[in-house]
């Protein structure tokens, strides 16, 4: 696609329940990042994936978040059993890997969640 | 991983003056040091990047500068403008992930 795609855009839940968040990166970004932001506040590294390589989840703040990317493109973040302070705005980036293109991310236009 | 801290959290300028953030790091294996801008409600968007090869770099009235000596970074923006209040991130990497730093609110006063 032309840009990062993240679905959903909001999303509401209660207390306790799982949620999953969707990132479809840029076609052939062969890097993808998930950062949580909370209202105000700075960009919080959780994961990376770079190509088949193990991911970097020394972010994630706990063991209810995990996630996934399947085929080097979709990722999946998920949160089990959300607590109100998950409350946030969960951003996908993607970048190319080498060359002068490596490390520029483009930001997906992030899922903002609410645990009520 | 990588630290990066950023100063100031908030700064307020008169329109047409300059304005400076600093950022330091703390993995000196760190080469690449971008600024991302965010304005309210947007997503974070690159504006400059400095590789370590290099001290300065200058894109209109954006200029980056590189010290890897004192790990330290500075953004400078030159000729204010109220379009350019917003948040702005510094961040560094080394081989492939991407710290940032708590970010910066600039307010330009017109």
């Known amino acids: 696609g032309a840009g990062v795609s993240q679905s959903p855009s909001n999303k509401v839940t209660e207390k306790g329940k799982d949620v999953e968040l969707r990132c479809d990166p840029i076609?052939?970004?062969?890097?993808l990042y998930w950062y949580r932001q909370s209202l105000g506040q700075g960009l919080e590294f959780l994961i990376y994936?770079?190509?088949?390589?193990?991911?970097?989840k020394s972010g994630l703040p706990s063991d209810r978040f995990s996630a996934e990317r399947t085929g080097g493109s979709v990722s999946t973040l998920t949160i089990q059993r959300t607590q109100q302070e998950d409350s946030a705005v969960y951003l996908c980036?993607?970048?190319?890997?080498?060359?002068?293109?490596?490390?520029?991310?483009?930001f997906g236009a992030g899922s903002r969640l609410t645990v009520l | 991983g990588e630290n990066v801290e950023q100063h100031p959290s908030t700064l307020s300028v008169q329109e047409g003056d300059s304005a400076v953030i600093k950022c330091t790091y703390s993995?000196?294996?760190?080469?690449?040091f971008p600024w991302y801008k965010q304005e309210l409600g947007k997503r974070p968007q690159l504006i400059i990047d400095?590789?370590?090869?290099?001290g300065e770099k200058k894109d209109q009235r954006i200029a980056v500068t590189l010290n890897k000596t004192a790990k330290h970074f500075s953004l400078h923006i030159t000729e204010t403008q109220p379009e350019d209040s917003a948040v702005y991130f510094c961040?560094?990497?080394?081989?492939?992930?991407?710290?940032f730093g708590t970010g910066t609110r600039l307010t330009v006063i017109p």
């Open positions: 961040a560094a990497s080394g081989a492939n992930n991407l710290f």
């Open positions: 076609s052939g970004h062969t890097a």
């Open positions: 993995d000196s294996a760190s080469n690449y």
């Open positions: 980036a993607s970048s190319w890997r080498g060359g002068s293109g490596a490390n520029v991310l483009t």
């Open positions: 994936f770079q190509g088949n390589s193990a991911p970097d």
């Open positions: 400095i590789r370590s090869n290099v």
